[in-house]
């Protein structure tokens, strides 16, 4: 308190609640109970309670605390009970008002600090935070416990009382939960593990299981390199003797494949095959050269800074790409390709059809639609209805539905894909049915991929949302927007005699809707991704037809 001895005289406590609405009437607050840790003779904190009607009456008497026995401790608490509990809105305030009119004009509060429980307590003990039922051991002296009674003390500090070791604790605990959430939806595999003693093998007469004849062993191929000093004559020992740099197979096959995959026809032919009937390399010391830079680095670029390192795929396929063969112009004169039709000898830069997946990414991405999230569940776009249907007649793959939204916009390698029903459209472009395994690829050239392009939802949805972005981003002019939607297909400008060609024809469909406004509604209508609404649908649908023919393009879909 404020007076000379430190005591002060509490005669009164208002609380009321303002509502955030001032014009609604603040509800009061009514006090039933009162209990302090020390009270003053004569000075009850129950006599705040009952001053409640006559809070500003002078001379009044309240809670004080000194008198002939003062306390010692300093700080001292009094508890007030409300009559029935209060619960407080949303931009509401509470505002309490401590009164002191007492015959003492100098016995105010100095120094106060005020709390509030949001439960039920039945006495003061219950403020402090330590259930009822603890409060009398924690007054007594430690000596004086009883082995249960201070276990219970222990056991209430060590769960309830905040110190680093709990704070520790829960934050460790809260750690291995989050870890095992995460290990608990990781995808687990099956894996193989070696016996400790490896099964006889025998050659079977004829093949029959029941009639074993010599006894034989595990080994490698006399014409290949034995295993390294050392290794196990196990799977782990074959992984490393493969990748041991020596090895000369390993790293000849992924650096032709790589090749094949960048040029369209490999250093080796026959990609799928380097046997004895495979086909001889064309350049040999280039094949060798890149084998050895492949698996025992010294001319490779740095990626990310970083200098490349053994097997670095990422080093080698940067290293040829930023080579001057690759980066040659793909076109050359009539008699080159008479003579080299494959470019085998290297002198133009390659050019060849692209993969079916590839063509459809390239048409989402030219429009914007593609979804380049990493990772996630498989998706289906959108195929042919009843494609499924006679190939599934129970379980969950009888019907197949096209997803929602992104699902139908990402990446071609996340497409659920059947064996016996694979994508309609893939096939086209000869992707392999996944029955076996195809390490090469063949490539073809049909009507019927062009078919496809044309009426295939995919690829015509992908071009209304081509002729959307030209219409948007490719100012007012026709020559403007045709120009934009040439480069965003193909990277590159038109000529001149390209741009009136695709002027004309977009003048030609542009009559044509006008005149048939159903048919312009039914052009723009495909595919689940709603048209822009802001579009005049006469011309979105003429520039749609041009962007259909853009994603047509030989050169869109051909790596040049």
Same mark, same amino acid.
């Not at 009952?50 to 002078?58: H, I």
């Not at 307590?121 to 935070?129: A, I, K, Q, T």
């Not at 016996?420 to 472009?429: G, I, N, R």
């Given at each position: 308190?404020?007076?000379?001895?430190?005591?002060?005289?509490?005669?009164?406590?208002?609380?009321?609640?303002?509502?955030?609405?001032?014009?609604?009437?603040?509800?009061?607050?009514?006090?039933?109970?009162?209990?302090?840790?020390?009270?003053?003779?004569?000075?009850?904190?129950?006599?705040?309670?009952?001053?409640?009607?006559?809070?500003?009456?002078?001379?009044?008497?309240?809670?004080?605390?000194?008198?002939?026995?003062?306390?010692?401790?300093?700080?001292?608490?009094?508890?007030?009970?409300?009559?029935? *509990?209060?619960? @407080?809105?949303?931009?509401?305030?509470?505002?309490?008002?401590?009164?002191?009119?007492?015959?003492?004009?100098?016995?105010?509060?100095?120094?106060?600090?005020?709390?509030?429980?949001?439960?039920?307590?039945?006495?003061?003990?219950?403020?402090?935070?330590?259930?009822?039922?603890?409060?009398?051991? @924690?007054?007594?002296?430690?000596?004086?416990?009883?082995?249960?009674?201070? %276990?219970?003390?222990?056991?209430?500090?060590?769960?309830?009382?905040?110190? $680093?070791?709990?704070?520790?604790?829960?934050?460790?605990?809260?750690?291995?939960?989050?870890?095992?959430?995460?290990?608990?939806?990781?995808?687990?595999?099956?894996?193989?593990?070696?016996?400790?003693?490896?099964?006889?093998?025998?050659?079977?007469?004829?093949?029959?299981?029941?009639?074993?004849?010599?006894?034989?062993?595990?080994?490698?191929?006399?014409?290949?390199?034995?295993?390294?000093?050392?290794?196990?004559?196990?799977?782990?020992?074959? =992984?490393?003797?493969?990748?041991?740099?020596?090895?000369?197979?390993?790293?000849?096959?992924? @650096?032709?494949?790589?090749?094949?995959?960048?040029?369209?026809?490999?250093?080796?032919?026959?990609?799928?095959?380097?046997?004895? &009937?495979?086909?001889?390399?064309?350049?040999?010391?280039?094949?060798?050269?890149?084998?050895?830079?492949?698996?025992? *680095?010294?001319?490779? $670029?740095?990626? %990310?800074?970083?200098?490349?390192?053994?097997?670095?795929?990422?080093?080698?396929?940067?290293?040829?790409?930023? #080579?001057?063969?690759?980066? &040659?112009?793909?076109?050359?004169?009539?008699?080159?390709?008479?003579?080299?039709?494959? %470019?085998?000898?290297?002198?133009?830069?390659?050019?060849?059809?692209?993969?079916?997946?590839?063509?459809?990414?390239?048409?989402?991405?030219?429009?914007?639609?593609?979804?380049?999230?990493?990772?996630?569940?498989?998706?289906?776009?959108?195929?042919?209805?009843?494609?499924?249907?006679?190939?599934?007649?129970?379980?969950?793959?009888? %019907?197949?539905? =096209?997803?929602?939204?992104?699902?139908?916009?990402?990446? #071609?390698?996340?497409?659920?894909?059947?064996?016996?029903?694979?994508? *309609?459209?893939?096939?086209?472009?000869?992707? *392999?049915?996944?029955?076996?395994?195809?390490?090469?690829?063949?490539?073809?050239?049909?009507?019927? &991929?062009?078919?496809?392009?044309?009426?295939?939802?995919?690829?015509?949805?992908?071009?209304?949302?081509?002729?959307?972005?030209?219409?948007?981003?490719?100012?007012?002019?026709?020559?403007?927007?045709?120009?934009?939607?040439?480069?965003?297909?193909?990277?590159?400008?038109?000529?001149?005699?390209?741009?009136?060609?695709? &002027?004309?024809?977009?003048?030609?469909?542009?009559?044509?809707?006008?005149?048939?406004?159903?048919?312009?509604?039914?052009?723009?209508?495909?595919?689940?991704?709603? $048209?822009?609404?802001?579009?005049?649908?006469?011309?979105?649908?003429?520039?749609?037809?041009?962007?259909?023919?853009?994603?047509?393009?030989?050169?869109?879909?051909?790596?040049?």
């Amino acid at each position: 308190g404020r007076s000379g001895n430190g005591n002060f005289v509490m005669t009164g406590l208002e609380v009321r609640l303002e509502h955030k609405d001032k014009n609604k009437k603040p509800i009061v607050l009514k006090l039933d109970k009162a209990e302090a840790s020390y009270e003053q003779e004569g000075y009850p904190a129950i006599q705040v309670v009952k001053n409640a009607a006559n809070l500003k009456k002078k001379g009044s008497k309240g809670w004080a605390v000194y008198g002939s026995n003062p306390p010692k401790q300093r700080s001292l608490m009094a508890m007030f009970m409300a009559k029935s *509990p209060i619960s @407080v809105p949303e931009g509401a305030e509470l505002v309490i008002t401590i009164y002191h009119q007492s015959a003492f004009s100098d016995h105010n509060l100095g120094r106060f600090r005020i709390q509030y429980a949001e439960k039920k307590v039945s006495s003061l003990d219950g403020v402090s935070g330590i259930p009822e039922n603890l409060v009398p051991l @924690v007054r007594k002296n430690v000596e004086g416990l009883a082995p249960k009674e201070l %276990n219970q003390l222990k056991k209430y500090f060590r769960t309830e009382v905040e110190n $680093p070791v709990s704070v520790a604790e829960v934050k460790a605990d809260q750690s291995k939960k989050a870890l095992d959430d995460f290990i608990s939806k990781v995808p687990s595999t099956m894996i193989m593990k070696e016996k400790s003693a490896p099964r006889d093998a025998f050659i079977l007469n004829r093949g029959e299981y029941d009639q074993p004849t010599e006894k034989v062993g595990r080994a490698l191929p006399a014409v290949l390199p034995p295993l390294p000093e050392g290794q196990p004559n196990d799977r782990l020992g074959l =992984a490393r003797w493969l990748v041991s740099g020596d090895h000369p197979l390993t790293a000849r096959v992924w @650096v032709n494949r790589i090749w094949e995959r960048l040029f369209g026809v490999g250093i080796v032919k026959t990609s799928e095959n380097f046997g004895s &009937q495979a086909e001889w390399p064309v350049h040999p010391e280039l094949l060798d050269w890149l084998a050895v830079e492949f698996a025992k *680095p010294t001319a490779l $670029p740095k990626i %990310n800074g970083k200098p490349a390192q053994a097997w670095d795929m990422k080093g080698m396929i940067k290293f040829i790409m930023l #080579s001057k063969t690759y980066r &040659q112009n793909s076109s050359a004169p009539d008699g080159y390709f008479r003579k080299d039709p494959e %470019n085998r000898l290297l002198a133009r830069g390659p050019r060849f059809r692209l993969h079916g997946e590839l063509v459809r990414d390239q048409a989402l991405a030219s429009s914007g639609l593609l979804i380049k999230n990493v990772g996630g569940p498989s998706t289906r776009p959108y195929m042919p209805k009843g494609v499924w249907s006679e190939t599934n007649r129970y379980g969950n793959l009888t %019907n197949y539905k =096209a997803d929602e939204g992104e699902g139908l916009y990402r990446r #071609s390698m996340y497409t659920f894909w059947k064996r016996t029903a694979a994508p *309609p459209s893939m096939l086209l472009f000869d992707a *392999p049915n996944r029955e076996i395994c195809y390490p090469k690829r063949s490539r073809t050239n049909t009507p019927l &991929q062009a078919l496809a392009l044309l009426n295939e939802v995919t690829y015509v949805e992908a071009a209304r949302s081509l002729a959307e972005r030209m219409m948007k981003e490719g100012g007012a002019g026709i020559r403007e927007r045709l120009t934009t939607g040439y480069r965003l297909a193909t990277s590159r400008s038109p000529d001149k005699q390209t741009l009136s060609v695709l &002027q004309k024809g977009f003048e030609e469909r542009k009559i044509h809707f006008q005149e048939n406004q159903e048919a312009a509604k039914q052009m723009i209508s495909h595919g689940k991704k709603k $048209p822009d609404e802001n579009l005049e649908p006469v011309e979105l649908a003429a520039y749609t037809v041009t962007a259909n023919v853009l994603l047509n393009l030989d050169r869109v879909i051909t790596k040049d």
